[in-house]
């Protein structure tokens, strides 16, 4: 097992990012990402390794969240107000996207479900495989791959629609 201060290290960006795509509040996300690997550290007896730690990590994080989402009594709003343009989804999984892309993207994704956002979110920043975010979302990974690809869909819709 890796130590904390390496772990930490090697995935701070990751749990930071993901909490950013379900916060939209980069405090919250910092706070919550720190929360978590403090919760990690708290918990790390209880990390069996039959998944990666990132997403072990990631699981703690969404937690988190939901516990925060919980106390607040209120469903985060997603402003969709300054949407920009953004490239051809189909090779997005291929390419590094600049930050105005990423930017683009994620304001994009705010038109979908929870979810559907949460799937992409997780291939493509998180680069993480199918089964990986179907253990995540305690779904199959049948159900990552669909999901994955029909928010690729709308996507598209949302792109041609403006």
Do not use: P
């Not at 509040?25 to 918990?43: C, G, H, M, P, W």
């Not at 994704?109 to 495989?129: A, N």
């Amino acid at each position: 097992m890796q130590d904390m201060e390496q772990i930490y290290e090697e995935y701070f960006e990751t749990v930071n990012k993901y909490l950013f795509c379900l916060t939209h509040n980069n405090d919250i996300s910092e706070e919550l990402t720190q929360e978590t690997f403090y919760k990690a550290v708290k918990k790390i007896h209880t990390y069996k390794g039959d998944c990666k730690i990132s997403v072990w990590l990631c699981q703690i994080a969404k937690n988190l969240w939901y516990d925060q989402c919980r106390k607040n009594k209120k469903i985060v709003d997603m402003e969709d107000d300054d949407l920009l343009d953004i490239e051809a989804l189909d090779t997005t999984e291929e390419q590094v996207i600049s930050n105005d892309e990423k930017i683009s993207l994620y304001r994009k994704m705010q038109k979908l479900d929870e979810l559907t956002r949460e799937v992409i979110y997780l291939r493509i920043t998180g680069e993480l495989s199918f089964k990986e975010i179907a253990t995540i979302l305690n779904k199959t990974e049948n159900w990552a791959r669909v999901t994955f690809y029909r928010g690729k869909q709308k996507l598209k819709e949302v792109d041609e629609n403006e």
